[in-house]
């Protein structure tokens, strides 16, 4: 498809166990975005790529928190030894170039449930 | 730091009625504006946007106006439909920082 896909879209894991989220960006986006968001609230920015290179990860709540992009397309996050409070969607988007104007399209996420 | 303030919801209307989604932001420097919104079951997709003052954004019938002396951008659309239940998001973003700062979130539910 066209847009960008995020996988898995849901994700069940015990607490203290590692998981890894996958998104890859529509063809030829240089900007690429993580956000979380928890239930009832707006995404909130976790990090940012132009092509490889993180640019911005000033929103990782913690150093559990890693994402890398090492071929300028598809992304990981990854979360090491997960906590209650790590349940939420996180989402995606990528944006053709850098700038502000740019639009972000947004995957339909990955929620993630930690027991 | 950069905020954004929505009208809270839930929001219900029934059909054919005008809408209003009240939208203030605070930035520290020139931001550009969108609304994004999120069907059931769907992700957050673009509605509208607007990157300087005074601007207009409009979409599916849908209108927001730049304002910078209000710092709002204030969601409208004459009639609204079934089909516009969904929840709507608010953002601003600025120069270089590239990231998205959003709203909490209206969610919106138009009866037949």
């Known amino acids: 498809g066209a847009g960008v896909s995020q996988s898995p879209r849901y994700k069940v894991a015990k607490r203290g166990q590692d998981v890894a989220l996958r998104c890859d960006p529509i063809?030829?986006?240089?900007?690429l975005f993580w956000y979380q968001q928890a239930l009832g609230q707006g995404p909130e920015f976790l990090t940012y790529f132009q092509n490889e290179a993180q640019l911005d990860k000033s929103g990782l709540p913690s150093d559990r928190f890693f994402a890398e992009r090492p071929e300028g397309s598809v992304s990981t996050l990854k979360i090491q030894r997960t906590q209650q409070e790590d349940s939420a969607v996180y989402l995606c988007?990528?944006?053709?170039?850098?700038?502000?104007?740019?639009?972000?399209?947004f995957g339909d996420g990955t929620r993630l449930s930690i027991l | 730091g950069d905020s954004v303030t929505q009208m809270e919801g839930p929001v219900t209307l029934s059909e054919e009625a005008f809408l209003t989604i009240n939208c203030t932001y605070t930035a520290t420097g020139y931001p550009s504006l969108f609304w994004y919104v999120q069907y059931p079951g769907e992700g957050l997709q673009l509605l509208l946007k607007?990157?300087?003052?005074?601007d207009k954004g409009s979409n599916k019938g849908f209108e927001a106006t730049y304002r910078k002396e209000t710092t709002s951008f204030h969601l409208e659309k004459g009639s609204v439909q079934v089909s516009d239940s969904a929840v709507y998001f608010c953002a601003l973003s600025i120069g270089g920082a590239q990231k998205l700062v959003f709203g909490q979130g209206t969610r919106l539910t138009i009866n037949p």
């Open positions: 607007a990157t300087k003052a005074d």
């Open positions: 063809s030829g986006h240089v900007s």
């Open positions: 988007a990528s944006s053709l170039e850098g700038g502000s104007r740019q639009p972000q399209h």
